[in-house]
């Protein structure tokens, strides 16, 4: 199943992030208050546009290659003279742009997406040996204490995962791998995972906007989700993480090769850059004879039925196997799995903090859920101009079997005050007001509850109406969804883990734009991307935008899934761009100014190398962190909390 | 002058069929290119904000330069042939000569803005077979002192294209086998006056000439289609006046218009001539490099695309524009420890 599957290639390397950061302050989308310090680099105790208002929005893989491959018999090799995937490249496109790494809206920056990625496996000289599109599934199972920062985005790690689809094939390649793979998976997908780690967002490091990657590619059997592993979910008992500071992962019994996969490639907390695992002592992966046990009480032979050593710690294992850890599985072991809960014991010569006695034979990091359940949603993220629909479906199993007829609550989470902002005091804070997110819920609707079908599976209609511009300078509304099937825990569903919908305004068709129409639009955007504005297009500007109209309209009438679409960060409604095209299509290539030409202001703001400058710790000495999802996650936590 | 080995011109001269021009053909295409990896550098290090009339003058004429480029693979694919644009030689070597055994002593570099790289360099690709005399009010009596010479026993690009133009002649409309899918004529990016599909050779001399008169202007004119041809836009750059008619003097024109010089505090002191490797692995110039590299890499095997069957790859390769100008942007603000430079994109084929 997946890329969990016994036929897959791990690969390792590095991975760009470039994400622009202006826009990371919801009070930034304020037109009205938008002050040019804004575009600039965060310094002493002012924000600015944050660590990297410059970002381009790029994702791409950096020097990835593939470390290992499995066969189906479960052999595998990692000498390139046994096979010649060994060694290649994992990379984006060869002739396109780099793909772009997209948050649905400033007031959700926990559903990164990869758009317009696109994946293949090269020896750099002859064809691919495959390449495809990645669909833009969010990460997931992101966390903020992995390490090894002390907090922080370079203390956070989660998981992509997704399918790479209208796969290319290169039969030339004599790999047995590549010929194993091609004859496994099915629908034209290939199944991927990428593990993202030590992400570097200090400007001054060489590594800025760098991060390590590990990753795993195997096939996509038809019917079985994209972004998550319908198998034997491990959840800690606390929020994000276990006692000993492992977090969600995913394991799979693959029955017809009786084997046990399981990913870590996200789970133990690292103490540098590459992923070394911090060491919590010997692991070794079983199945709770006792489904009760809960986490850190130590087993017994009478509880505990080992199955195999983890070798985690081994020097670069992460790198060498993706993460991923097979073992096979006797009979006695493989029915005992099927209605009895996993669990990884990790025995250390000191455990902190033990509830019971340690009986010499362990503790337990980590177990699967309560009753083997999981429930996840897909696809998590929508985006509807209202009034339209979507759908999701919930997908729900018990021990990796589908559980069918099980009932569904889905509640929205309502109004959620404060998300997204920044700074609070200080020169240079923003003034607007940060909207509320979640209201009206009236503009958000679905059922209460959903049953699942003999496949486990509930496909619900969600329906958005117009909210009404409820958040004033910015489009729609951003909803989350939370859902629960009957029995579960708290932690059984990940902290992050909604659907979320962010429901754009409905506009108001008009055949004829003026630039008051269109020009608040593009302003708001050539305010949040600077590099578009400097380099590109001043978007503030009438008589920059109609001389650029010709590749304006080129990018505002791709695809979204195409790598050049314009906004980068897909956040505009059908209406608004309809309006935007249309202004374009009747203005002449020179309009005579309408507005005031770009401030003065704007021109003289410093270079990014005078930025460089002055940005650091040393410039100073009164450096703040201003670290993305780790400032949104913890406000996010705390309305949480606090609403609760 | 930028001049052709004479055998060239007499290999294009001999031609017996349609075959024996494909590699002229392909030549004039990585002649065409080869200019371009400068001209951007030159304009990567402008910085933001700064020398903006130098950097819509430089900006034009690269764009120019890409007209030309697809206007010699429309002419290729016209009469049979096959542009290759993703191979590993198709980047020349900077610094070192243009291709099609250009003049010896022109050397070619990746470099900064200045005044002397416009004159010595691009002045000099671009410069016509017979420069008009178009005087500089204040610097006449200079410009006639640094006139350069010509260069006996070579011929002119313009010499090389008009014995292309000749040759299609005398062949006649029947070698215009091309796939007529092929022709790149997209209308959004060059008006149809100036990018239009060849087909015969009417459209082929007559696309042979926006090449030459963009590039050189005409012999009684600075000008073409209301511009200055690259030679005279370049000088203004020199002599730091827009070009502007002038009936005092015998030409009718004069450098005697608005400022429109190089600030050279506007320019990034960009490592001339660099190579990626000259970035420590590690540093972020260095990733920066690489990925600028991969990135003009793709852009290269996107036009390859483009004019190898598909034309509508021409949006990914304008999209690839757009991330080299800010990737070519991110560099050259990038300064390099130690030294008094800032990183330079590097230009070298790396396919990934």
């Given at each position: 199943m997946s890329y969990l599957h016994p036929v897959r290639l791990a690969f390792a390397g590095l991975f760009q992030a470039d994400m622009s950061t202006v826009n990371n302050d919801v009070r930034h989308y304020d037109n009205a208050s938008f002050e040019p310090v804004f575009q600039d680099l965060q310094k002493g105790p002012s924000w600015n546009g944050w660590w990297n208002p410059n970002g381009s929005g790029a994702f791409r893989f950096v020097g990835c290659k593939v470390t290992a491959v499995w066969y189906g018999d479960g052999t595998s090799t990692s000498d390139p003279a046994e096979d010649p995937v060994v060694g290649m490249t994992i990379t984006g496109a060869d002739a396109r742009t780099a793909g772009k790494l997209v948050d649905i809206d400033p007031q959700w920056q926990l559903a990164s997406a990869p758009w317009g990625l696109k994946v293949r496996l090269t020896d750099g000289n002859g064809p691919d040996v495959f390449s495809g599109s990645y669909l833009p599934n969010a990460f997931r199972d992101l966390w903020f204490s992995r390490g090894p920062a002390k907090g922080g985005d370079g203390a956070a790690s989660s998981t992509f995962q997704s399918v790479i689809e209208g796969l290319s094939w290169n039969a030339g390649v004599d790999s047995r791998f590549a010929r194993e793979l091609q004859a496994t998976t099915t629908a034209d997908a290939l199944s991927i995972r990428m593990a993202t780690f030590g992400y570097v967002d200090d400007i001054t490091d060489p590594m800025f906007t760098l991060g390590t990657m590990i990753g795993c590619i195997g096939p996509y059997l038809e019917g079985e989700p994209t972004s998550f592993v319908r198998g034997r979910r491990f959840v800690p008992a606390g929020p994000f993480t276990s006692w000993n500071g492992m977090t969600y992962f995913s394991g799979h019994v693959d029955t017809a090769s009786s084997t046990l996969l399981l990913d870590l490639s996200n789970a133990f907390a690292i103490t540098d850059r590459m992923g070394t695992p911090n060491d919590i002592g010997d692991a070794t992966i079983g199945i709770l004879r006792d489904p009760m046990l809960t986490e850190n009480m130590p087993v017994s032979s009478a509880t505990f039925l080992a199955i195999a050593d983890v070798p985690y710690k081994d020097p670069n294992w992460l790198a060498r196997t993706g993460g991923v850890f097979a073992t096979p599985l006797t009979a006695e072991q493989l029915q005992l799995a099927a209605d009895h809960p996993l669990a990884l014991v990790t025995k250390a010569p000191v455990n902190p903090g033990v509830t019971g006695d340690d009986l010499g034979t362990g503790l337990v990091a980590i177990r699967e859920a309560a009753d083997g359940l999981l429930i996840e949603a897909e696809p998590a993220v929508h985006r509807i101009d209202a009034p339209g629909t979507s759908s999701v479906a919930f997908i729900a199993s018990r021990y990796g079997v589908p559980l069918a007829n099980a009932t569904v609550t889905l509640t929205q989470t309502g109004k959620v005050e404060g998300?997204?902002?920044?700074?609070?005091?200080?020169?240079n804070t923003p003034t607007a007001p940060i909207p509320d997110m979640g209201v009206p819920t009236e503009a958000f609707v679905f059922p209460p509850t959903t049953t699942t079908d003999d496949t486990g599976v509930a496909i619900v209609q969600i329906e958005g109406k117009d909210p009404g511009n409820p958040r004033g300078y910015i489009d729609g509304q951003v909803y989350l969804m939370d859902f629960r099937v009957e029995g579960m825990t708290n932690p059984t569903r990940q902290p992050f883990d909604f659907v979320v919908v962010h429901i754009r305004d409905a506009v108001e068709p008009n055949p004829n734009p003026t630039w008051d129409d269109v020009g608040p639009i593009l302003t708001q955007y050539g305010n949040l991307y600077p590099l578009m504005d400097s380099q590109i297009v001043n978007l503030r500007d009438p008589v920059s935008v109609a001389a650029n109209k010709?590749?304006?309209?080129?990018?505002?009438?791709?695809?979204?899934?195409?790598?050049?679409?314009?906004?980068?960060?897909?956040?505009?409604?059908?209406?608004?761009?309809?309006?935007?095209?249309?202004?374009?299509?009747?203005?002449?290539?020179?309009?005579?100014?309408?507005?005031?030409?770009?401030?003065?202001a704007a021109q003289a703001r410093p270079s990014p190398a005078a930025q460089l400058e002055q940005a650091g710790p040393a410039a100073d000495g009164i450096h703040v962190d201003v670290d993305s999802k780790q400032v949104f996650a913890d406000n996010f936590l705390r309305a949480l909390r606090g609403g609760r | 002058m930028l001049s052709v080995q004479p055998k060239i011109l007499e290999s294009v001269r001999s031609a017996a069929s349609a075959e024996d021009l494909y590699e002229h053909l392909q030549a004039a295409i990585e002649l065409e290119h080869a200019t371009i990896p400068p001209y951007l550098t030159s304009l990567f290090s402008i910085k933001p904000g700064m020398n903006t009339a130098a950097h819509s003058v430089i900006g034009s004429v690269v764009v120019q330069e890409m007209l030309h480029l697809t206007i010699a693979c429309n002419i290729l694919n016209a009469i049979g042939g096959s542009p290759v644009l993703d191979k590993p030689g198709f980047i020349p070597v900077y610094p070192g000569p243009l291709p099609m055994g250009v003049r010896s002593g022109l050397v070619v570099g990746l470099e900064k803005l200045s005044r002397t790289l416009v004159y010595e360099v691009f002045m000099s690709i671009e410069e016509p077979e017979q420069p008009l005399d178009i005087p500089v009010k204040q610097l006449e009596a200079r410009l006639a002192a640094l006139a350069p010479e010509p260069s006996p026993g070579f011929a002119t690009i313009g010499d090389f294209y008009a014995a292309i133009a000749a040759k299609i002649t005398e062949l006649g409309n029947g070698i215009f086998t091309g796939d007529p899918s092929r022709q790149v004529v997209d209308p959004t990016w060059f008006p149809p006056d100036q990018l239009f599909a060849v087909h015969d050779v009417a459209t082929a001399t007559q696309a042979i000439q926006v090449i030459v008169e963009q590039g050189e202007g005409t012999p009684t004119s600075p000008e073409e289609e209301g511009e200055p041809a690259h030679y005279y836009r370049f000088a203004q750059l020199v002599y730091a006046r827009m070009l502007v008619r002038d009936p005092t003097t015998a030409t009718g024109w004069a450098y005697a218009g608005a400022g429109l010089g190089i600030d050279p505090a506007g320019v990034w002191n960009l490592l001339p001539n660099?190579?990626?490797?000259?970035?420590?692995?590690?540093?972020?110039?260095?990733?920066?490099?690489?990925?600028?590299?991969?990135?003009?890499?793709?852009?290269?095997?996107?036009?390859?695309?483009?004019?190898?069957?598909?034309?509508?790859s021409l949006k990914s390769a304008m999209g690839l524009m757009s991330e080299l100008h800010i990737l070519g942007h991110t560099m050259a603000a990038l300064p390099i420890d130690g030294t008094p430079y800032y990183a330079s994109p590097t230009f070298e084929y790396t396919p990934a």
């Open positions: 998300q997204g902002g920044g700074q609070t005091s200080g020169p010709d590749v304006l309209e080129l990018v505002f009438n791709l695809d979204p899934s195409d790598s050049n679409y314009m906004p980068v960060t897909r956040d505009l409604s059908a209406g608004k761009r309809d309006l935007i095209l249309r202004w374009l299509a009747n203005v002449p290539d020179t309009v005579e100014a309408a507005a005031p030409r770009r401030a003065a | 660099a190579k990626a490797a000259d970035y420590p692995v590690g540093s972020r110039a260095r990733y920066v490099a690489d990925q600028f590299n991969g990135s003009y890499t793709n852009l290269l095997r996107a036009l390859h695309t483009t004019f190898n069957g598909d034309p509508a």
